[in-house]
């Protein structure tokens, strides 16, 4: 091929060269063996002698591989029989070749005559088919296989790297002849019975030559071991081979970064690495190594049309190679610096498409050569399915759970007597929904309803199902039903919905007054209750069936007295999957392994519970975790609560907020901490209202010796403090929020914050004897 056209010649007739004395054919014709050696015995036979063939090719020729193309069963499309060179060049070779493709094979078949491609630069095709999966220059000849009466394939042959001049006469001479004797072989076994089509998968021979000395394919990879033939292909397709496997195990696009860095950069010696996708016209770096923060920041978010060489490479589908510094300056004025001196920029794609790109720098000079290129593009092809699965995969999961926490209610306790909290945490390893929910409800004469549930299974159907199971159970409760009777309700209700679904359920009802707690389960795990004394307990239930299954006999509930600082744990089976097959048990371990004196902070003892069991491995199923804890009636002491509302983009409520503050806390006799959590309403509700977008919820709750302060919004980032340094001027500069969180940490006795249904809830206690200018 010159300037991206294919040349074709005619062969001469004569004499080529004799097939060996080691080819039985050679010796007694097919006869010798078909004879004796029917089916698949007779295929192994002719693909030996066509091995021993390409074998003798390579060289002669001082190719780098040749294959047999025969023509397929259905005699439509070619297809390779015996492949011989070394890897990883032979891999990257078209598997099937049809008549009217624009190759040099095609071409040789079409016309019957032998075609040369010399020097293929698969940058500079006119024709991207041509390119295929090879991205390096390379050299083809091809000569067609016929018979006496029919034309079975051809034999092609590949230089790499590409010949400096054309294939001389007499090597083109050599080839013609040899695919005429091997054609006249194919149908000499045709006669006597063995099929001349190719198989279903190729044969492939390793013929290992030493690489030319003057190819200049040197690396801190492939410089190792040159002089022993074999040595560096097959230590590349180590790399591919393990780059396969361990892609094949990654779930998330940190699992893809850190299989790129242990697989391609660290194999490859390369000093830095980037991996980036492509997202709205625009470059997000997924992951890097190696790179300082300004290339880092000037490569995140940077557009495509811009002339960089990640914009190269994601806009043409092209990938860019520079030995040098200099060569990389001439191919993109944009290219960021970091003192590189070459680099490999590959795209991925996905689709056809290029969705995103990986590039190797080093600091040092460095030619990439044919092997390296051919490894690149293997590796390219995995890697780009590998990221676009593991981004979509973020993505699947990240809707699951926000759909998720948006069915979900906020955990507060509406009444002054019970302070709860919740937590919910999505299964590790699927991307679909969950059925498990709690609800905390306001009931008449200061009572108040506390729920935990799961519907079986993972999917859409169960999400909807547990958002009309919830409405169910809320509405049977305000209408004042018992709880045995809210659940026998809420099964009917399922039933009648004929989805196949059932659901399991645990209903409290708790009389603030007195402290009598109503409990009824539908086949779900009792309550734990953690007695002020230190003792954990199980609730003994009745047995009842879950939701939604036809039962003849009523619902029963017990009735229990719970004391002062009593804490009631509700949760579903996924907390403790882990565990063992009975779930009781495994809560009850779970809860008596946490610190001490977990009932005096439902919060702190709810994270303690995640985080235990996130410590536990992936997990197969949701896990939900609703805690009450009673605080009892004691006169002046028992807890006063008031709630607030703030709607979205308010900023001029922030003053209205600031004066609900105070003026509950002058009420309540905690007048001395009034000014420091007006400064951190100001704070907290100011940054929900920029950032999360929605309205905001105060929820204030004073005790005896101190208040505390509860900010709900729609917002699922937690906030973080960020404090000025001095060794750090540039992330200083570019800091933007947090700086208010440093001070209000340095104010308050603790603070923290935990997910709440659809978003977050940020919580702040300060003591009633605190000094703030102390």
């Not at 004499?15 to 039985?24: A, H, I, Q, S, V």
């Not at 390793?206 to 030319?212: K, S």
């Not at 547990?466 to 018992?482: D, F, K, N, P």
């Not at 400064?679 to 977008?693: C, F, K, Q, Y």
């Given at each position: 091929?010159?300037?991206?056209?294919?040349?074709?010649?005619?062969?001469?007739?004569?004499?080529?060269?004799?097939?060996?004395?080691?080819?039985?054919?050679?010796?007694?014709?097919?006869?010798?063996?078909?004879?004796?050696?029917?089916?698949?015995?007779?295929?192994?036979?002719?693909?030996?002698?066509?091995?021993?063939?390409?074998?003798?090719?390579?060289?002669?020729?001082?190719?780098?591989?040749?294959?047999?193309?025969?023509?397929?069963?259905?005699?439509?499309?070619?297809?390779?029989?015996?492949?011989?060179?070394?890897?990883?060049?032979?891999?990257?070779?078209?598997?099937?070749?049809?008549?009217?493709?624009?190759?040099?094979?095609?071409?040789?078949?079409?016309?019957?005559?032998?075609?040369?491609?010399?020097?293929?630069?698969?940058?500079?095709?006119?024709?991207?088919?041509?390119?295929?999966?090879?991205?390096?220059?390379?050299?083809?000849?091809?000569?067609?296989?016929?018979?006496?009466?029919?034309?079975?394939?051809?034999?092609?042959?590949?230089?790499?790297?590409?010949?400096?001049?054309?294939?001389?006469?007499?090597?083109?001479?050599?080839?013609?002849?040899?695919?005429?004797?091997?054609?006249?072989?194919?149908?000499?076994?045709?006669?006597?019975?063995?099929?001349?089509?190719?198989?279903?998968?190729?044969?492939?021979?390793?013929?290992?030559?030493?690489?030319?000395?003057?190819?200049?394919?040197?690396?801190?990879?492939?410089?190792?071991?040159?002089?022993?033939?074999?040595?560096?292909?097959?230590?590349?397709?180590?790399?591919?081979?393990?780059?396969?496997?361990?892609?094949?195990?990654?779930?998330?696009?940190?699992?893809?970064?850190?299989?790129?860095?242990?697989?391609?950069?660290?194999?490859?010696?390369?000093?830095?690495?980037?991996?980036?996708?492509?997202?709205?016209?625009?470059?997000?770096?997924?992951?890097?190594?190696?790179?300082?923060?300004?290339?880092?920041?000037?490569?995140?978010?940077?557009?495509l049309s811009v002339d960089t060489p990640a914009g190269r490479v994601l806009r043409t589908g092209e990938p860019l190679y520079a030995d040098s510094r200099e060569e990389l300056t001439s191919a993109c004025r944009e290219a960021v610096g970091d003192g590189m001196e070459a680099c490999a920029w590959v795209p991925l794609t996905a689709d056809g498409r290029p969705v995103a790109a990986c590039a190797l720098e080093f600091r040092r000079p460095r030619r990439f050569g044919s092997e390296d290129r051919a490894v690149l593009a293997m590796m390219a092809g995995l890697l780009g399915l590998a990221l676009e699965r593991a981004r979509l995969g973020e993505q699947q999961r990240a809707l699951a759970r926000s759909l998720q926490h948006r069915l979900l209610p906020p955990a507060h306790s509406p009444v002054p007597q019970v302070t709860t909290t919740a937590r919910y945490l999505p299964a590790s390893n699927t991307a679909e929904l969950g059925g498990d929910w709690y609800d905390v409800i306001e009931l008449p004469q200061g009572q108040v309803g506390l729920v935990i549930g799961d519907v079986e299974g993972h999917s859409v159907e169960s999400t909807v199902i547990m958002g009309q199971l919830r409405s169910a159970v809320r509405a049977y409760a305000c209408e004042g039903h018992t709880s045995a009777t809210v659940l026998e309700r809420s099964s009917r209700l399922l039933?009648?919905?004929?989805?196949?679904?059932?659901?399991?359920?645990?209903?409290?009802?708790?009389?603030?007054?007195?402290?009598?707690?109503?409990?009824?389960?539908?086949?779900?795990?009792?309550?734990?209750?953690?007695?002020?004394?230190?003792?954990?307990?199980?609730?003994?239930?009745?047995?009842?069936?879950?939701?939604?299954?036809?039962?003849?006999?009523?619902?029963?509930?017990?009735?229990?007295?719970?004391?002062?600082?009593?804490?009631?744990?509700?949760?579903?089976?996924?907390?403790?999957?882990?565990?063992?097959?009975?779930?009781?048990?495994?809560?009850?371990?779970?809860?008596?392994?946490?610190?001490?004196?977990?009932?005096?902070?439902?919060?702190?003892?709810?994270?303690?519970?995640?985080?235990?069991?996130?410590?536990?491995?992936?997990?197969?199923?949701?896990?939900?975790?609703?805690?009450?804890?009673?605080?009892?009636?004691?006169?002046?002491?028992?807890?006063?609560?008031?709630?607030?509302?703030?709607?979205?983009?308010?900023?001029?409520?922030?003053?209205?907020?600031?004066?609900?503050?105070?003026?509950?806390?002058?009420?309540?006799?905690?007048?001395?901490?009034?000014?420091?959590?007006?400064?951190?309403?100001?704070?907290?509700?100011?940054?929900?209202?920029?950032?999360?977008?929605?309205?905001?919820?105060?929820?204030?709750?004073?005790?005896?010796?101190?208040?505390?302060?509860?900010?709900?919004?729609?917002?699922?980032?937690?906030?973080?403090?960020?404090?000025?340094?001095?060794?750090?001027?540039?992330?200083?500069?570019?800091?933007?929020?947090?700086?208010?969180?440093?001070?209000?940490?340095?104010?308050?006795?603790?603070?923290?914050?935990?997910?709440?249904?659809?978003?977050?809830?940020?919580?702040?206690?300060?003591?009633?004897?605190?000094?703030?200018?102390?």
């Amino acid at each position: 091929m010159r300037d991206g056209r294919e040349v074709g010649r005619m062969t001469r007739p004569g004499e080529g060269p004799r097939f060996g004395r080691n080819c039985r054919l050679a010796q007694g014709g097919a006869a010798a063996w078909t004879s004796a050696d029917p089916g698949e015995a007779a295929l192994r036979g002719r693909d030996t002698f066509i091995a021993d063939v390409l074998r003798r090719t390579i060289e002669r020729l001082g190719a780098h591989s040749a294959i047999a193309y025969l023509l397929e069963v259905q005699a439509e499309n070619l297809r390779p029989a015996v492949v011989s060179g070394a890897p990883p060049v032979i891999f990257t070779l078209p598997d099937v070749i049809r008549p009217d493709d624009p190759f040099a094979s095609a071409e040789a078949f079409r016309t019957g005559r032998f075609v040369e491609a010399p020097n293929l630069d698969p940058a500079r095709l006119a024709d991207p088919r041509l390119a295929l999966g090879v991205n390096f220059p390379y050299t083809v000849a091809s000569v067609p296989l016929d018979g006496r009466c029919r034309r079975f394939g051809v034999l092609t042959v590949v230089w790499v790297p590409p010949r400096t001049a054309p294939v001389p006469q007499d090597e083109g001479q050599w080839l013609s002849d040899t695919g005429a004797q091997l054609g006249a072989v194919l149908q000499d076994l045709t006669d006597h019975g063995v099929p001349p089509q190719a198989g279903p998968m190729p044969v492939l021979v390793p013929v290992f030559r030493p690489p030319p000395a003057d190819t200049g394919e040197t690396g801190r990879t492939g410089s190792r071991l040159p002089q022993l033939p074999g040595a560096r292909a097959l230590t590349y397709m180590y790399q591919v081979h393990k780059l396969a496997a361990a892609l094949s195990r990654a779930v998330t696009v940190t699992d893809v970064v850190e299989t790129v860095q242990q697989r391609v950069a660290v194999a490859f010696g390369a000093d830095a690495f980037v991996l980036g996708y492509e997202s709205g016209g625009r470059l997000w770096l997924a992951g890097h190594s190696g790179l300082s923060r300004e290339t880092v920041r000037q490569l995140h978010g940077s557009g495509l049309s811009v002339d960089t060489p990640a914009g190269r490479v994601l806009r043409t589908g092209e990938p860019l190679y520079a030995d040098s510094r200099e060569e990389l300056t001439s191919a993109c004025r944009e290219a960021v610096g970091d003192g590189m001196e070459a680099c490999a920029w590959v795209p991925l794609t996905a689709d056809g498409r290029p969705v995103a790109a990986c590039a190797l720098e080093f600091r040092r000079p460095r030619r990439f050569g044919s092997e390296d290129r051919a490894v690149l593009a293997m590796m390219a092809g995995l890697l780009g399915l590998a990221l676009e699965r593991a981004r979509l995969g973020e993505q699947q999961r990240a809707l699951a759970r926000s759909l998720q926490h948006r069915l979900l209610p906020p955990a507060h306790s509406p009444v002054p007597q019970v302070t709860t909290t919740a937590r919910y945490l999505p299964a590790s390893n699927t991307a679909e929904l969950g059925g498990d929910w709690y609800d905390v409800i306001e009931l008449p004469q200061g009572q108040v309803g506390l729920v935990i549930g799961d519907v079986e299974g993972h999917s859409v159907e169960s999400t909807v199902i547990m958002g009309q199971l919830r409405s169910a159970v809320r509405a049977y409760a305000c209408e004042g039903h018992t709880s045995a009777t809210v659940l026998e309700r809420s099964s009917r209700l399922l039933e009648a919905l004929d989805t196949g679904l059932m659901a399991t359920c645990c209903f409290v009802r708790l009389d603030t007054a007195t402290g009598t707690a109503e409990i009824a389960s539908a086949g779900h795990p009792p309550p734990l209750l953690h007695c002020p004394g230190g003792d954990t307990v199980v609730v003994e239930l009745p047995t009842n069936v879950p939701l939604g299954i036809p039962n003849p006999e009523s619902y029963r509930a017990v009735e229990v007295t719970l004391s002062a600082g009593t804490l009631l744990m509700l949760y579903t089976d996924g907390l403790t999957e882990r565990s063992g097959p009975d779930p009781v048990s495994g809560a009850h371990a779970l809860f008596a392994s946490l610190s001490p004196g977990p009932a005096d902070q439902p919060d702190g003892l709810a994270d303690q519970l995640l985080s235990r069991i996130q410590g536990f491995g992936p997990r197969h199923d949701d896990a939900a975790v609703l805690l009450a804890r009673y605080e009892g009636v004691h006169g002046d002491r028992s807890p006063r609560v008031s709630h607030h509302r703030v709607h979205r983009h308010d900023l001029g409520a922030v003053r209205g907020a600031r004066r609900f503050v105070r003026d509950n806390l002058e009420a309540w006799g905690l007048g001395s901490v009034s000014d420091v959590f007006q400064l951190i309403t100001s704070e907290v509700v100011t940054n929900a209202l920029i950032h999360a977008d929605s309205d905001v919820e105060l929820h204030l709750r004073g005790y005896a010796d101190h208040a505390r302060l509860d900010v709900r919004d729609s917002g699922s980032t937690p906030p973080v403090p960020s404090s000025i340094t001095q060794r750090d001027e540039d992330a200083n500069s570019r800091a933007e929020h947090g700086r208010g969180l440093v001070i209000v940490e340095s104010l308050v006795s603790q603070w923290g914050t935990f997910p709440s249904g659809s978003g977050k809830t940020v919580w702040f206690e300060l003591s009633a004897d605190t000094n703030p200018a102390a």
